[in-house]
Each structure stands twice: as C-alpha cells, then as structure tokens.
C-alpha cells in the first residue's frame, strides 16, 4: 500500500534541498504525512480553468431551471438570478485563492475553519459536508440520472416515483461497486464521462443560437416577476447548486506552476466560461419552452430535445443521463478525500480512513457515503433536497470566507502570497446572510429541518471527541468495532508515508 520511509522517493524536489543521512528534511516527512507524495508543479492556467470547469458543470444545469423559474416568475428575472449566481460564485472563489495560498493543509475549507476557529467548529464543517451536502447532492445526481433515463419512456405523464427511485439506488450502488473494486475503473469513467456532460450543452447552445436567428424571442419577457425578495432569495438556492464545485480548486494549488499568477485568472475565466454556458442554455431552453412548460417539466432538457429534434431527442436523454452519472462517480470519488482529512484529526472513525488491502480502494468511506446517500433517497423531490443542501452548503462556506477578515485582523503578519481586497469577502458574506436569512421566512420548515440536521454535530463531537475520560467499555466498544470492520471488508490503515 505504500513504500516505507527509507524506500520513499519524492515525485518532485527543487534541486537545492538537502539531505541528511540519507533521508530528506522533516519538511519533506510532513509533506507526505499530510498529502502523499508531493506532485509536480505542471499545471498550466489552462489546465486550472479545465479542472475548475469541469468541477463547476455537473447535474445543476438540468435540474436547477425549473426551480430559479419558479422563485423569479419571469425569463428575464431568471437570467437577472443566474448572472448573479455567476458573480458571486467568482467572489468567493477568489476568496478561497487567498485561503488556499496561505493555509497549504490538505482538507481545504475544513482546514481553513480548522486554523482559524478551532476543531469544534471544524468538525462541524466536516460533518455538513459529509453528513448532509455530499449525501445530499449525491441523491439529487442519481435522482437526476434517473428521470433522464425514465422520462423517454413517459413522455405525456411523470415517471413512477417508486421507479425514479429505485433506479437512482442502482446508480449508487453501481458506481460504489466500481469506486470498491477499482480506482482506475472509477477514473476511466470520470475522463469518459466529462465529455458528455460538454457535449449535451454544446448541442443545447447551439440550438439555441439558431433558434434565436430564426426570432423565436416570445417568452423573454418580465411578465409575472415575483417581487417578493425572500422568494427571489430562494432562487439563489437553485442556481448556485448548478455554481457548485468551484471550490475545487483549491486541491489544485500545489500542482499549479505559478498559482500566485495563475490562480486569479483561472478563477475568472472559468467562472465566465461556466456562467455564460449557462446563460446560453438557459436562453436556449426558453426559445422553445414557456415558462409553464418549463415549471410543468421535471427533466428539461428532454422537454426541449422533443420539440426540436424529433426522433433523435434520445440523444440528449443518454448523453445528459451519462453527464450525471459522471458527476455521482466524481463526488463519491472525491468524498473519501474528507473522511482521511478528518480521521487523521481524529474527528472521524478511523476505520473510515482505511484501505482495502486486495483492490486497494478506500471501501469503508465510499460503503458509508452511498448508504448515506440511499437513505436521502427516501425523498425524490430534488427541489426540496437542493434547499435542505443549499443552506448547508452556503453556511459552511460563508464560514470559511470569514476566515479570510478574521485572520486579516487576528494575524495580519501571516505570509499571504495572494491578497484579495476586503471588498470581496465582505460583499460575499452579506450575500450570504442575505441567501441564508431570506428564503427562512418563505420555507420555515426546510430551512429549520437543515438546522436541526446541522445541531446533531453537537452532541456527537462532545461525546465522542471532546470526552476524554470515556469509561474502558467504550474503548473497548470502538475498538471491537473496529477490528470486526477490518475482518469483514480486509482494511488496513493507509501508510504514512503515502
């Protein structure tokens, strides 16, 4: 599973470190302790913008439209909400440029709220992230694959329920199988399957364009514009889902050749990319489709392909079904990275941040993250899920952006390679009190179920992590566990020096 020590070679060292008997410096020992071994610094700006671009497009696109619509009333208001989404994805992503540059630990925003406030508040990032959004929006993925595999197959009347779940839990289970039993499997299937999401929007844009040569500009109007601005707020919920995944790019730093350099304009480039495809396919499906057809449709982009492209509308179906599935494969692939980050605190079962020692895959994490994600399947209604994942989500990460003028008054001496102007984070975190307080008062119970779902951190982080003097029974009680996991699924802990 890993060289030891003495074996230990690293991927890349500048050719003036020096080493003492025969081993590198602790520096180059804590490295590897924290992300393996040290990649190269090879990626170019546009290798950034690919990576990021490829985060930021997922599922959200074909199911975030009917619900910004349904909170704005209006075409024209919906794409007022969707360039907004944009600018603001772009804040605070610039904003986690500065973070990502001064706080190096793996873990991301995990580890920003970790320095910064301390491991209580940490671990209840990394349970919202692994409890509630990565579940969250793995059921929304599948649930989306699903109805774009069904809807063919109904075209005058909605799928059964029972089926668009049903079908969702095999996706899950299918693509935890090939995250257990093999990583290049589950990596084959990312690199395939990036390009169909591309391609389906591609398609959809360029329809579009013809569609808006030929005057079909009818439904652009402001008719019926929702005024109220607590539901307007609720359309943000919607369309950052689609914004999500922007934050990626702070894993990418160390690979970068000249982040300082390269990171800021890799943010704005490909947050412009990603919200003018947007714009595009928005625009696309609204040449053809009113706005009641779009509220009246739970698989857009197939109501659009049947009115344009006759026979051939399954084409859109297949590749957008294929973008999804990618997207559960991505998520389930990537959520391991944060049961490690938050074993190695000792904030997370340990058997969580093990390896399985035949297939070497982390099974533990991806068995849980998919059994947590079947039991969010208990609901097939994607708009109420993306407004129990979007308060999560924008709580937590409005929390890791108010590290950037918190640490600017508590340690303004820290080493900041890259400095953004208070103007951003402080912009962002109104923007955020404003999505977070707002859409309360119009979905009270949503907003206090995510609540609710958030407060269980408390009680599980002070007893069993802030509880030191746990009676022996309870050791022995983990610890038995823990052994019986190793048993059953053969996991060893990963090596260090990995």
């Known amino acids: 599973m890993g060289n030891s020590k003495d074996s230990y070679s690293p991927v890349a060292l500048n050719g003036d470190e020096e080493l003492k008997n025969g081993k590198h410096e602790n520096f180059v020992d804590e490295e590897v302790k924290d992300s393996g071994m040290k990649l190269k610094a090879e990626m170019t700006l546009l290798n950034g913008c690919g990576v990021i671009i490829g985060c930021i497009i997922g599922s959200g696109i074909f199911v975030s439209p009917t619900g910004v619509l349904a909170s704005t009333g209006s075409v024209n208001m919906s794409l007022v909400v969707w360039a907004i989404c944009g600018v603001f994805t772009m804040f605070g992503a610039y904003c986690y440029a500065e973070l990502g540059c001064m706080i190096t630990k793996s873990g991301a925003d995990y580890a920003y709220i970790h320095v910064t406030f301390g491991p209580f508040l940490a671990f209840i990032r990394i349970w919202i992230e692994c409890m509630i959004v990565r579940p969250c929006t793995l059921a929304i993925q599948s649930l989306t694959f699903s109805l774009y595999i069904i809807k063919p197959l109904f075209p005058e009347c909605d799928p059964p329920d029972e089926s668009t779940r049903l ?3 095999v996706c899950l289970c299918l693509v935890c199988f090939i995250n257990c039993y093999d990583v290049k499997w589950a990596n084959l ?3 395939y399957l990036t390009y169909a999401k591309v391609f389906a929007l591609i398609i959809i844009c360029i329809t579009g364009v013809i569609q808006l040569s030929k005057g079909h500009v009818e439904h652009f109007t402001w008719d019926d514009t929702e005024t109220n601005p607590a539901t307007l707020a609720l359309s943000l919920y919607s369309g ?17 050749k000249d982040p300082v350099r390269d990171l800021p304009r890799a943010i704005a ?12 396919t928005i625009v ?9 057809e779009v509220l009246g449709s739970e698989a857009v982009a197939v109501t659009f392909a049947n009115r344009l492209y006759g026979k051939m509308a399954w084409v859109i179906s297949i590749f957008v079904a294929l973008s999804t599935f990618g997207a559960v494969n991505g998520n389930i692939l990537t959520t391991s990275r944060l049961f490690f980050a938050g074993a190695r605190e000792g904030q997370m079962p340990a058997a969580l941040a093990m390896i399985q020692i035949n297939r070497v895959t982390p099974m533990p994490s991806v068995i849980i993250i998919t059994l947590l994600s079947l039991l969010y399947l208990m609901s097939s209604d994607i708009i109420q899920l993306i407004n129990y994942a979007s308060f999560s989500i924008w709580l937590s990460i409005g929390a890791a952006v108010f590290c950037v003028p918190y640490l600017r008054w508590k340690c303004p001496d820290m080493k900041r390679p890259i400095k953004v102007h208070l103007f951003f984070p402080i912009t962002y975190l109104l923007l955020t009190a404003m999505i977070l307080i707002l859409p309360a008062i119009v979905k009270p119970v949503e907003t206090g179920i995510g609540i609710a779902m958030i407060l269980t951190a408390v009680p599980v982080y002070f007893a069993l992590i802030a509880w030191k003097t746990k009676p022996a029974w309870v050791h022995q009680m983990t610890t038995g566990g823990t052994n019986w996991l190793q048993r059953l699924l053969m996991i060893l802990p990963q090596d260090k020096e990995d």
């Open 167 to 169: 079908l969702a839990a």
């Open 189 to 191: 299937v990312q690199d």
């Open 284 to 292: 696309a499906f609204h040449t053809t489709l009113s706005v009641s």
């Open 240 to 256: 950052l889902f689609a914004f999500t995944g922007w934050n990626c790019l702070n894993f990418i730093i160390e690979e970068m």
């Open 269 to 280: 480039i490909s947050c412009i990319l990603c919200m003018l495809i947007y714009l595009l």
